[in-house]
Nanobody, 114 residues
Framework: QVQLVESGGGLVQPGGSLRLSCAAS????????MAWYRQAPGKQRDLVAS???????NYADSVKGRFTISRDNAKNTVYLQMNSLKPEDTAVYYC????????WGQGTQVTVSS
């Protein structure tokens, strides 16, 4: 059974930074396009950033220039570096495949507030 475990969230002031990690128990991780999603209270889950198996990346307009997605295939881990955080970035963050077919993990809460 595939398992996704997100970590690294927390409370941060506006303008601050956080680095999220997602460990995936996926045997073909290196061949899988991965992505980060987020869900704010009362809203749908949205795609934030994705990274292809070859390393090319895409970002939602709302995070472009502030967030960076990366991956370490040796560790079966995908990261999300988040800089210049804004209150509207507050959400539970999840990782999954770019086509989200794996069971969702518990997510990690990110709260941006002064």
């Amino acid at each position: 059974q595939v398992q996704l475990v997100e970590s690294g969230g927390g409370l941060v002031q506006p303008g601050g930074s956080l680095r999220l990690s997602c460990a995936a128990s996926l045997s073909n991780f290196r061949f899988t396009a991965m992505a980060w999603y987020r869900q704010a209270p009362g809203k749908q889950r949205d795609l934030v950033a994705s990274i292809a198996a070859g390393g090319s990346t895409n970002y939602a307009d709302s995070v472009k220039g502030r967030f960076t997605i990366s991956r370490d295939n040796a560790k079966n881990t995908v990261y999300l570096q988040m800089n210049s955080l804004k209150p509207e970035d507050t959400a539970v963050y999840y990782c999954n495949g770019r086509i989200a077919t794996m069971p969702w993990g518990q997510g990690t809460q990110v709260t941006v507030s002064s």
